[in-house]
């Protein structure tokens, strides 16, 4: 019982969903050029249907999302970041996942909990998701905010594609989403990733060693394992979507200077000389 | 759809669900009610439901909204008024799904006739009357098994509203529709929704083979009707009571 592919082609090219079926034609880096070109990217800011009520033309702010497993350095980055751009003069807004006001405390206690079966949970997900969107995120764009995702919907389409939920699905449900203007995705490998997380919290949490996927029993396996796959949809996910792929396994600061640099050609920051402050200097290293 | 405008007005579901032979991989049975507030239809599959207990049959009956699971966000949501057509409908997708993959299916694979007092049918015409894209709907919702059997109690507007105006000293928020701004006046507001909610029903009877009822017909004569239709199209000694037979002549 799909009947969103056969109707997919009642819809006009232009608003045709991307994400469920790779655009035909239309160069996908059109949606990254510099601002300016805007007017004729209109339709292509979201990636089907678009959201009921959004005027895309008051839109002048920038989506930049940072995807990444955990241990992958992405909290530490969007910290700088933050701050080069405000001292670049930008003004930044956050969003991340189960962040919203809406059902972030409420996803929190269904996970404690464990009772939650995966379409319940894929669901609250993108409501948080939808929350920050229309509530957050929509209104900084339209104040020309720069947003920066920690996390966005690969995290959640890949997460629900691993337990097995159909793609077709998950990005049927996300095809009102924004087109983000850079996607940067930190790649490290599992054994990592766990290292940097063993070390932060000396232990590893339950969801993102997927312990309700029955993987192993050993909790090192079983991380290696679901990062593994996620990994894995990351790597067909960052093709589709045109991520940029930064070696998440570089020094923070190398990190942050290749990131930096496309965020600055992106804005039209001439100068990308950045030297964090004293407070943020304990994550540079 | 190449221009960007908001399908507030959207009363259209376009998407012909093309008889679309329903896969049955349970033994259970499906039986749902739709219509809008005031059609009548809680009140006959109250009536059905007593029946099929009295004599002992295997069924299960479930309802829209009543899974705690997202009950403390659809309060916030509401109380404070956060919510926008489309985390409105995702909201009540995830509980829905709740529902659905704890209660329903298990209850489907294990052989129980279950009853639901509204179904996805209600988001399809509810959401869309919001402005919720009908192809976007019908794809967060394509999880849910294909009823056996929908019926689809019709009153006209007038009748539906007038009872539940009646009954009710206050409108709440989002029942009235008042998100969509369309009048400041509650009761007004609350027509309107419900016009068009009717209006996205009335276009899903055939795509979705519903079975229509008229919701004006005295309550005992409708009830006949709809068990005569359940006895025809459910085989309803697969649900009965194992030991005796005795009475089940009786029934219809």
């Known amino acids: 019982m799909t009947p969103s592919d056969k109707n997919r082609s009642e819809q006009s090219a232009a608003t045709q969903g991307e994400i469920a079926a790779p655009s035909n034609g239309r160069p996908r880096k059109k949606a990254k050029k510099k601002k300016g070109t805007a007017a004729s990217d209109v339709t292509s800011r979201f990636y089907g249907i678009p959201l009921p009520g959004v005027n895309l033309e008051e839109l002048s702010g920038s989506l930049i999302v940072l995807e990444g497993s955990d241990g992958s350095g992405r909290s530490t980055q969007i910290a700088l970041l933050t701050e080069w751009l405000e001292s670049e003069g930008f003004a930044v807004q956050t969003m991340g996942l189960r962040r919203s006001f809406l059902v972030g405390e409420d996803i929190d206690s269904l996970m404690a909990e464990n009772a939650v079966t995966r379409t319940t949970l894929a669901l609250m997900y993108s409501t948080d998701f939808f929350d920050q969107l229309e509530r957050r995120i929509l209104p900084a764009l339209r104040s020309g905010l720069v947003v920066l ?94 991520f940029v792929e930064v070696d998440g396994e570089g020094s923070v600061s190398e990190v942050n200077r290749v990131i930096r640099k496309r965020i600055a050609a992106h804005l039209g920051i001439q100068r990308t000389h950045y030297q964090p402050s004293h407070a943020l200097m304990q994550v540079w290293r | 759809m190449a221009t960007v405008t908001p399908d507030i007005l959207a009363t259209s579901s376009p998407e012909p669900e093309k008889a679309a032979a329903p896969k049955r991989a349970y033994p259970g049975a499906l039986v749902v009610v739709e219509g809008i507030d005031g059609s009548g239809k809680s009140t006959q599959l109250y009536l059905l439901k007593r029946w099929l207990e009295i004599h002992g049959y295997r069924i299960h009956f479930t309802e829209w909204n009543s899974s705690p ?76 098994p294909t009823p056996d059997i929908t019926f689809y109690f019709r009153a006209p507007l007038d009748v539906a509203v007038n009872r539940i105006v009646a009954g009710r000293p206050k409108l709440k928020y989002y029942e009235a529709g ?75």
């Open chain 2, 69 to 144: 699971l997202v009950k403390s966000a659809t309060r916030r949501g509401k109380q404070r008024r956060l919510l926008t057509p489309t985390t409105f409908s995702l909201l009540h997708a995830a509980d829905f799904a709740d529902r659905c993959e704890r209660q329903i299916m298990p209850l489907l694979h294990g052989g129980y006739l279950v009853l639901a007092d509204r179904y996805i049918y209600t988001a399809f015409a509810r959401d869309a009357a919001r402005g919720c894209s009908p192809r976007w709907l019908r794809n967060l919702y394509s999880f849910a």
């Open chain 1, 149 to 242: 995702a920690d996390r966005y919907i690969f995290t959640l389409i890949a997460r629900s594609a691993v337990r097995g939920m159909s793609r077709d699905y998950l990005h049927g449900i996300y095809e009102m989403a924004l087109r983000p203007d850079l996607t940067f995705w930190l790649n490290v490998k599992p054994e990592i990733a766990f290292d940097r997380e063993f070390k932060k919290a000396h232990t590893i949490s339950y969801w993102e060693s997927g312990r309700d996927m029955s993987l192993s029993n050993d909790l090192f396996q079983s991380f290696i394992r679901y990062q593994s796959m996620m990994k894995k949809e990351f790597e067909y996910l960052s093709k589709r979507h045109g």
């Open chain 2, 178 to 252: 008042m998100d969509l701004g369309i009048s400041l006046d509650r009761s007004e507001s609350f027509r309107i929704f419900q016009e068009r909610i009717l209006a996205n029903y009335d276009q899903m009877i055939e795509t979705d083979h519903f079975v229509l009822m008229d919701g004006t017909v005295r309550v005992n004569k409708l009830q006949k009707l709809m068990r005569q239709i359940v006895g025809e199209k459910i085989q309803l000694a697969k649900f009965a009571p194992k030991k005796s037979r005795r009475r089940n002549d009786a029934i219809g």
